[in-house]
């Protein structure tokens, strides 16, 4: 049994030195000022209403970029759970295949459909149907969240819904449960733990990017990740970087928790 | 029937939005023209460019390399761990699960800044093995995640009933439980390759000089447009993994099933299955990766003689660059920088030795101000005579006696209009004040620019570090924003030749190739006066390899090199001789690229203004971009 326990030692080692220690690292940045000397200024910068703003913008889009994400992936995870081929892992791919198309350049690709004479447009002129003006703005944003973190919240839902055993569906209709009563009362609850960890893979991301807002918002719209990316590659402020970071840290660390505590059982991984 | 069809409706529908941008970077690797805002016919060229590009190439094979290192590594921790995990009491597991949950839920900002600072804390060098060891960081859980399920379901039983029955701990594991976590193990590694490839944030806060990953090597790409070969490589790459994933999975075992009641057609058919579904997708893969072993080889062998250059994004023809190795022997390392702001801090804190660098005015006054500068020596850069006179006077502005900076590339900022949407005659930056032009106006996406326009508008120096000054330009700025369309840096050009906005702020390096490709487009420098500025090569005081930087600077003002690059880039050239050599007249006599500077009283060169100044430009900036 020792021995088994040992076989942990690398990722042990692995995980305090690359993980561990580098957060005290942010830690000890976001208290001290330039000189070394304990501050709380740099965590105190989250009130300038900029940062506030930024932050609040960051909050409210990754918020309806998940409602958006988990309207769209409950059904098309039932949907796909109920088709009995055997080809889990095929359709699993299916939503992975395209991250082998550089994730820059999939949003990138959005810019050529989304403009004003764009793709998009273009068909929609051709349909003689008002044109769709949403590129530089919130919207696109949103689409762009969507777009790209919509496979972490169809995953782990799908994968909560195939374990679900046939036999308790039927049960509950042997019953007398009507369809909209047995997905209230039985599907819905007993994939709790995938919708929790789809909302966690998606929020957290759209919480946080800095590039999605980069390229589709046209530089109009400021995000707490944006913020954090300027401090640290071009006003070279780490201190003040650090600082934000450890604030957003405490946010998701927050979030999470209040999520986690709707998460009774196990399971609902992604993968 | 309804609902059956709905569900495939609404399947197509998610399909469709999935694989929509992935079909328009297929499409675009089949352009013609070199922007994305046109679609200027149907070639292949870009296929062939593409194994010609080094710099394309050498990133997409360090992507592959540092994705299957890592997740073959964080594999192998991975499943330890798991397996490790899997015996251990509760307690124990419930940690060892929170720390394996950290990088999953922690941002991966966080995560880039957090490894950042631990790898200068310890003065690591950035380069390949920072890279490597974060994405190996990031890799582990999602290993860990793949395994642990399949742990779960094997049975303890087994493994202990061949331990009864003699078999070592080693045998007994290899033989009994790990033929049953296959699956996990394997799904876990490819998701650990995918999702390394595709990671941008990471590798963009832990990489350095001369290493690219096809990620980071985008990003620097965005602002100028990306390159073609870009979307031909990503094609290439996509419909491989398709090819691979298809053999893997329709595999012609259904098909095959019901011949296998023909006698002989059962062997053949378990031959051909094996052919298709292993041994074609393993030798693709393998061909992939030895090749970028060949590659990385072949490109990392290096003379000791090297020189490490930092210059703007596509602002090189990067023939010039292989020429260069050829005629002196010496290998050039050559990196892209977006803004002088990102580039500043990189050559101050003196982290990365760079050999040459090119800055612009405002910047170089500001290194010589903070010591960062060598004086170059003129003795090896006989061809410094090609440059013309007024412009070496005109760099006296920022090195006052000429001894720190070669002249590369200078021009103007303007005006670059739409004639077909601006009807009236453009004369003012007033224009982009003009609610008419509401949500048609690209404005620059940098303090000194967007300041400088607004400053010059109000009638005020671009200099100016008056606080009433710079307020009232603020106040403009924010009035302006509601009519700007997009804030950007280089995308005005490829979003004014898809006649995307009416209005744009432009550098007249920009305007010459925009006019090139949609001869609606009209430059002008407004009457209020401008910027006029030059970009110049110095050589950092840490540079490790000055002389070679002084023979790239020399051959850079080689007349039929610097013609070359003025093609390219058409940036205007300070080199008078390279000038003569332009064969059209109507570019040599151009008055955008060469205009009659007599004849412009107002234009000024940015200065640099301490740090105080720049910090209450910055924060000013920040007010207007986050209001």
């Known amino acids: ?271 | 029937m309804i609902r059956k069809f709905l569900q495939k409706l609404y399947l197509a529908l998610i399909f469709i939005i999935l694989y929509a941008p992935i079909v328009t970077l297929m499409v675009l690797s089949f352009n013609q023209s070199k922007t994305r805002a046109k679609w200027g016919g149907f070639t292949l060229k870009w296929y062939k460019e593409l194994f010609q590009n080094e710099q394309i190439m050498s990133a997409f094979y360090t992507t592959l390399i540092i994705s299957f290192v890592a997740a073959a590594a964080a594999t192998l921790i991975g499943t330890a761990a798991a397996i490790a995990i899997q015996g251990m009491k509760q307690r124990w597991r419930t940690f060892y699960m929170g720390v394996t949950n950290i990088p999953m839920m922690n941002a991966e900002i966080v995560m880039g800044v957090s490894l950042m600072l631990l790898f200068i804390a310890f003065r690591m060098k950035m380069g390949f093995g920072t890279i490597l060891i974060a994405h190996i960081t990031f890799n582990i859980p999602y290993v860990i995640l793949s395994v642990a399920p399949k742990l779960k379901q094997t049975n303890r039983h087994v493994y202990e009933a061949a331990l009864d029955l003699g078999a070592s701990p080693l045998e007994a594991f290899f033989k009994v439980v790990f033929p049953d976590i296959v699956p996990g193990v394997m799904s876990g590694f490819m998701l650990a390759f995918t999702m390394s490839l595709d990671d941008f944030v990471i590798t963009h806060f832990t990489k350095g000089p001369g290493i690219d990953t096809l990620s980071t090597k985008i990003y620097t790409e965005v602002r100028k447009g990306i390159k073609p070969e870009i979307y031909a490589l990503s094609t290439i790459m996509f419909v491989t993994v398709l090819v691979l994933l298809i053999l893997i999975n329709y595999s012609p075992e259904e098909k095959e099933d019901t011949k296998t009641k023909k006698k002989r057609a059962k062997k053949p058919s378990k031959v051909k299955k094996i052919l298709l579904r292993r041994v074609i997708p393993v030798t693709i893969c393998v061909l992939f990766l030895f090749g970028g072993f060949y590659y990385s080889r072949e490109s990392n062998v290096m003379n000791s003689d090297k020189v490490v250059v930092y210059n703007w994004g596509e602002y090189l023809d990067p023939e010039v660059l292989t020429m260069f190795e050829e005629e002196t022997g010496i290998d050039v390392v050559y990196e892209e920088f977006e803004t002088n702001e990102i580039l500043y801090p990189k050559i101050s804190s003196g982290a990365i030795a760079y050999d040459v660098i090119c800055p612009s005015d405002y910047m170089i006054q500001r290194m010589i101000k903070n010591d960062l500068l060598a004086e170059i020596n003129f003795d090896n850069i006989p061809n410094i005579k090609n440059i013309g006179k007024d412009y070496m006077e005109q760099s006296r502005q920022f090195d006052p006696e000429n001894k720190y900076s070669v002249p590369y590339c200078w021009g103007t900022v303007g005006i670059l209009y739409n004639k077909t949407m601006v009807k009236e005659p453009v004369t003012s930056w007033s224009i982009l004040w003009d609610e008419k032009y509401k949500d048609n106006i690209l404005m620059q996406d940098s303090v000194r620019d967007a300041f400088g326009v607004t400053l010059k508008y109000l009638g005020y120096s671009l200099n100016s570090t008056d606080l009433d000054e710079l307020t009232e330009a603020r106040d403009l700025l924010i009035e302006q924003k509601p009519l700007v369309q997009a804030y950007v840096i280089d995308q005005v050009r490829d979003k004014m030749i898809g006649n995307e906005a009416a209005i744009g702020v432009i550098y007249s390096g920009e305007a010459i190739y925009t006019q090139m490709e949609n001869p609606d487009l009209e430059y002008v420098i407004p009457e209020e006066g401008s910027n006029i500025w030059i970009d110049s090569w110095v050589i950092p005081k840490n540079a490790e390899n000055k002389e070679n930087g002084e023979k790239f600077i020399n051959f850079l003002c080689r007349p039929d090199i610097a013609l070359k690059n003025f093609e390219y880039i058409t940036y205007s050239t300070p080199n008078v001789e390279a000038r003569k050599l332009i064969e059209d007249d109507a570019v040599r006599n151009s008055k955008i690229a060469f205009p009659d500077l007599s004849q412009y009283e107002n234009l000024e060169t940015f200065q640099y203004m301490g740090t105080e100044a720049d910090q209450t430009y910055g924060e000013l900036w920040n007010q207007v971009k986050s209001h």
């Not at chain 1, 409950?74 to 949907?79: K, R, S």
Request: proline share 5%; net charge positive; charged share 10%.
């Open chain 1, 1 to 271: 049994m020792k021995s088994k326990r040992l076989l942990a030692g690398p990722y042990l080692f692995w995980s305090v030195s690359f993980v561990i220690i580098p957060l005290l690292v942010i830690v000890y940045y976001a208290f001290t000022s330039d000189g070394g000397t304990f501050t709380l200024a740099n965590l105190s910068q989250i009130t300038t209403p900029e940062n506030l703003k930024a932050l609040g913008i960051s909050l409210l889009l990754s918020f309806i970029s998940t409602l958006v994400c988990l309207i769209l992936a409950y059904p098309l995870a039932m949907i796909l759970s109920q088709k009995q081929v055997n080809q889990t892992s095929f359709i699993v791919l299916i939503f992975i295949l395209p991250m082998w198309m550089n994730f820059l350049l999939r949003t990138m690709a959005w810019q050529t459909l989304l403009e004003k004479n764009g793709v998009i447009n273009s068909i929609l002129g051709f349909l003689h149907l008002p044109a769709l003006e949403i590129i530089n703005t919130p919207y696109a944003i949103i689409l762009g969240m969507v777009y790209n973190f919509l496979p972490f919240m169809v995953l782990p839902i799908y994968n909560v819904l195939i374990k679900i055993d046939p036999n308790v569906l039927n049960a509950a209709r042997d019953l007398g449960a009507n369809p909209v009563q047995t997905f209230l009362k039985v599907t819905f609850p007993l994939s709790i733990p995938g919708v929790i960890s789809g909302i966690t893979m998606v929020f957290v991301p759209a919480l946080t990017t800095f590039v999605i807002s980069d390229l589709l918002g046209g530089g109009k719209i400021l995000l707490i990740g944006n913020v954090i990316e300027q401090s640290f590659k071009q006003n070279s402020n780490w201190h003040v970087g650090s600082g934000l970071s450890l604030v957003l840290m405490i946010f998701i660390i927050a979030s999470m928790a209040l999520v986690a505590k709707y998460d009774k059982g196990e399971g609902g991984t992604a993968f």
